[in-house]
Nanobody
Framework: QVQLVESGGGLVQAGGSLRLSCLVS???????VGWFRHLPGKEREPIAT????????DYVDSMRDRFLISRDMTSNTVALQMNDLKPEDTGLYSC????????????WGRGTQVTVSS
């Protein structure tokens, strides 16, 4: 089964950048990996997804200006580059994986905390 471990979170000042990493292990064929975030007082929301085999990406419209998803097949990681961070971006960021033909996200990492100070 697919296992995911996030890293790269931390404390950053407003306007700064962070690069999160999701280490993926397990069967890679036909999976999609996504980044999500859970902000205080809000429901978890998607940020972006990437097809592991083809590298095709999809973004939530409100995220595409400041967030960039990418994958590195040599290190088996999916990165999320976050720029121009704002205090309202503070929250728990998680990666997840699912099979391409399955709608639900079956595999989740534990998440990494991002805190943006004003």
């Amino acid at each position: 089964q697919v296992q995911l471990v996030e890293s790269g979170g931390g404390l950053v000042q407003a306007g700064g950048s962070l690069r999160l990493s999701c280490l993926v292990s397990g069967p890679f064929n036909n999976i999609v990996v996504g980044w999500f975030r859970h902000l205080p007082g809000k429901e978890r929301e998607p940020i972006a997804t990437i097809n592991w085999n083809f590298g095709s990406v999809d973004y939530v419209d409100s995220m595409r200006d400041r967030f960039l998803i990418s994958r590195d097949m040599t290190s088996n990681t999916v990165a999320l580059q976050m720029n121009d961070l704002k205090p309202e971006d503070t929250g728990l960021y998680s990666c997840a994986a699912r099979l391409v033909h399955v709608a639900g996200w079956e595999y989740w990492g534990r998440g990494t905390q991002v805190t943006v100070s004003s």
